[in-house]
């Protein structure tokens, strides 16, 4: 079982553009969510994606967006990329099950750099 | 909104000595909590889950309390080591019963363990 993936592992962009991190979840999982983690904070939830569709999302604009594909891996999406967006960007997989809260499981996270 | 503490922020001590690292939420009806590990620019690694059925959970040195209608939980660390400084972090999901996916963190607790 490799776990969750993400990729790529670092990235570097200028101000303006756009750019997109990938993720796989661990087998077995059907629920995707992004974190964005600034420098000596805890991280912060973007949004969840669970049946292709995004079922929650947190405090972000509409810059960030994403997508879930049918074999459960998804993509964050950030566009007008600010100075602010530089962070660690999280992916954890977990499976829904609506009875109870079932464990996440966090990749090694996408370091952007925004200049 | 859940809001999540943890105290302290950072801690320094040698090698041997038993840990105590402190996390309070502000709403208790979750159905568990999760502690992780992070090391610098790294992703997160999952310690321990307790489900709110639970009052503890052991893995080897670690052992993490939960109290509900306190709010808080506590994670235990026995015989320190080196090898397990790094930052360590608190997650609750909503409260109010929510199964939704999101996770709140606390800021986390900066562990040096020194030779």
């Known amino acids: 079982d490799a776990g969750v993936t993400q990729s790529p592992t670092h990235l570097i962009k200028t101000r303006g553009q756009q750019v997109t991190l990938r993720c796989s979840p661990k087998?077995?999982?059907?629920?995707v969510s992004w974190y964005q983690q600034a420098l000596g904070q805890g991280p912060q939830f973007i949004f969840q994606y669970y049946e292709e569709e995004e079922r929650q999302r947190g405090n972000f604009p509409d810059r960030f967006s994403g997508h879930q594909f049918p074999n459960y891996s998804s993509e964050l999406n950030v566009n007008a990329l600010l100075l602010g967006d530089s962070a660690l960007y999280l992916c954890?997989?977990?499976?829904?099950?609506?009875?109870?809260?079932?464990?996440?499981?966090f990749g090694p996270g996408t370091r952007l750099t925004v200049l | 909104k859940q809001e999540v503490t943890q105290i302290p922020a950072a801690l320094s001590v040698p090698e041997g000595e038993n840990l105590v690292l402190n996390c309070s939420f502000t709403d208790s009806a979750i159905y568990n909590l999760q502690w992780f590990r992070q090391d610098p620019g790294k992703g997160l690694t999952s310690l321990l889950l307790?489900?709110?059925?639970?009052r503890e959970q052991t893995s080897g040195r670690l052992n993490a309390s939960l109290d509900k209608s306190s709010g808080r939980s506590t994670l235990y660390i026995a015989a320190s080591q080196p090898g397990d400084s790094a930052t360590y972090l608190c997650?609750?999901?909503?409260?109010?019963?929510?199964?939704?996916?999101?996770?709140?963190f606390g800021r986390g607790t900066q562990l040096t363990v020194w030779p």
């Open positions: 997650a609750v999901p909503p409260g109010r019963g929510s199964t939704l996916g999101r996770l709140y």
């Open positions: 954890a997989s977990s499976w829904l099950d609506r009875d109870s809260y079932n464990e996440q499981f």
């Open positions: 087998s077995g999982h059907d629920t």
């Open positions: 307790i489900q709110s059925s639970q």
